[in-house]
């Protein structure tokens, strides 16, 4: 028999109740959203341990969660609306799965009896859409199947690669009562993400140490899936057992510590036109062994890359079958975990002596002089000495290195890919794969809710701080102690350095703005927030922002000095 509450109502437990039971088994803590209708049949606080943080946006709610999952190595779950919520949490769905994140999407859907896709009022066919960017999306047909829905979603979310899962509730069945009778197993949970493993990945392993004994160079590549595999610490001890200089793709920086000497850094395509130095040479070119560690051609580094110099032997490392042969066709490829392969590695190079790392000396020469820059420009600051103000006091506020510098998306990105401080895994981050425009703001909530007594720093460019800064409120709300740096030139650098590189010109009207008061903006959100003008009005507004314990912004004038040659990487 059905209890009744003294309104008329039946307590007993809803689809609603079940499903945030099972996201609770699974170690869900947070869901981050924006609710509509189906308000009537979920309030979020059927179970204790679980709380909503509502966004302003259902982007900011995908990319919430892709960070938190990313950095706690957990699924994570993100909530919208039917129809436009839905369609509008796809960016974010987007972003987790292209940047790897185990992420549980729900949106509601029309009642059961009234899905007719792009006939009914708000109703598209959410899982239509969905499908082709998770790894499993499905639309709940009856209420007792929540429990196993999400045992399939969490499944399907941590198999490498990792990625998102989405499932659509049609409002009256998020409200209906469930069988209490029925029995489920405990949540299981993967411990770290499910990868494949081929037979015969030993000897494959061999061939691979044989190489490494016989490389007067080797390289070791590292991508976000070693992170994941939890080969950070045996990575570390393999490259300075054998003194082998650790290359890393945009997520993987802090693989080894910014000032490690065996780190040389984080590649992206755009680093010799920055630089207006050869990197990519002096990094790549007296390589002879590259062993890519977790390799993913969606992280963005790509093999013509490190196809610098002379003839080179390649080992990939991946726990997925190669799904790009056509890009890169390994000599030596190796299926299974990172961390398994790894401790072989180790192995097997036990009686191995120490090799001689190729010297990148001019090339940190050439970063330092960047980073030194004691130029005052008339026309704003260079994002160069930006970043070098941020590692200043990142450094001096993070203990132990314990902090994280957010990169949303533009053309200073690849200053924080060259530049910025990472001492840890995912000390950096930023939107690898997809790249999605205004991930800024969202990953800095999903980080500092991670990370809650560390620092985080973000750095903006205007156009995409602006395309989500709605979201500001979000971080006032929640009173996160996140310090925001925008860089504005009123322009969208990256498409202008486009324009002159295919071009030799710039289109004002498809890449300008007019002015934004971006202090203005943050206080009429609840930020206090300054204007900086040189580097040492940035270093005290960091320093003051560092240590106020709540958000603050920056806003910060700059202006690239670029040039359309140098960046031929992009094009190969």
Avoid at 183 to 202: S, Y
Avoid at 307 to 334: F, L, M, Q
Avoid at 349 to 371: M, Q, V, W
Avoid at 526 to 545: M, T, W
Wanted: glycine share 10%; net charge negative.
């Amino acid at each position: 028999m059905s209890r009744v509450s003294t309104t008329g109502k039946s307590t007993n437990p809803t689809t609603a109740h079940a499903l945030l039971r099972r996201l609770h088994d699974h170690g869900v803590r947070t869901v981050f959203g924006v609710v509509g209708r189906e308000a009537a049949s979920i309030l979020f606080d059927e179970v204790d341990g679980i709380d909503f943080v509502l966004t302003r946006h259902e982007f900011t709610a995908g990319v919430a969660a892709d960070v938190l999952a990313r950095i706690s190595g957990r699924p994570q779950a993100c909530w919208a609306t039917l129809g436009p919520g839905m369609t509008n949490l796809s960016t974010g769905v987007a972003t987790s799965v292209l940047d790897r994140s185990p992420v549980i999407a729900l949106a509601a859907q029309s009642e059961s009896h009234d899905i007719f896709p792009n006939d009914t009022h708000q109703c598209l066919d959410s899982a239509a859409v969905m499908r082709p960017m998770t790894k499993y999306a499905v639309e709940l047909q009856r209420p007792d199947d929540i429990t196993d829905l999400v045992d399939s979603a969490v499944s399907a979310a941590m198999t490498e690669p990792v990625g998102p899962s989405f499932i659509s509730l049609p409002v009256d069945l998020l409200g209906s009562e469930i069988d209490t009778s029925l029995e489920h197993p405990g949540a299981r949970t993967p411990a770290k993400p499910i990868g494949a493993v081929e037979d015969g990945w030993q000897e494959a392993a061999g061939r691979a140490a044989e190489l490494v004994a016989s490389a007067q160079h080797p390289v070791l590549v590292v991508g976000a899936a070693a992170i994941r595999s939890g080969a950070v610490p045996a990575i570390r001890a393999l490259a300075e057992r054998l003194n082998i200089p650790v290359i890393t793709t945009y997520i993987a920086k802090g693989v080894l510590p910014h000032g490690h000497e065996l780190n040389y850094g984080a590649v992206t395509g755009y680093m010799d036109g920055i630089l207006s130095f050869p990197a990519l040479e002096t990094l790549f070119g007296p390589a002879d062994v590259i062993l890519t560690v977790g390799y993913d051609y969606a992280e963005d580094l790509r093999p013509s890359m490190w196809r610098h110099g002379g003839e080179k032997t390649t080992v990939r490392i991946s726990p997925t079958a190669n799904p790009i042969p056509r890009v890169y066709r390994p000599d030596v490829d190796v299926v299974t975990d990172v961390l398994a392969f790894v401790e072989h590695l180790d192995a097997a190079t036990a009686g191995l002596a120490a090799k001689t790392p190729h010297d990148i000396t001019p090339l940190r020469e050439r970063i330092a002089e960047f980073l030194a820059d004691p130029t005052s420009y008339d026309d704003g600051m260079r994002v160069h000495q930006v970043m070098d103000s941020m590692n200043t006091v990142m450094e001096e506020t993070a203990e132990d290195g314990e902090g994280t510098i957010v990169s949303d998306i533009g053309f200073f990105r690849h200053y924080g890919v060259l530049f910025a401080r990472a001492d840890q895994p995912y000390g950096f981050l930023t939107s690898a794969g997809c790249s999605s425009f205004g991930y800024g703001i969202p990953a800095a909530i999903g980080a500092q809710l991670a990370r809650p007594g560390q620092p985080t720093f973000l750095i903006a460019g205007d156009g995409g701080f602006h395309s989500n800064s709605s979201d500001l409120e979000t971080i006032a709300r929640l009173n996160l102690p996140i310090v925001t740096v925008v860089v504005n030139n009123d322009t969208n650098g990256l498409i202008e350095l486009y324009q002159n590189m295919g071009h030799h010109r710039s289109h004002d009207p498809a890449v300008k703005f007019t002015g934004v008061d971006f202090v203005a903006l943050a206080q009429a959100n609840g930020v206090e927030a300054v204007k900086a003008s040189s580097r040492e009005e940035l270093l005290s507004a960091l320093r003051k922002g560092a240590g106020l314990g709540r958000p603050f912004l920056i806003e910060v004038p700059v202006n690239y000095d670029f040039q359309a040659g140098g960046f031929g990487a992009l094009s190969i």
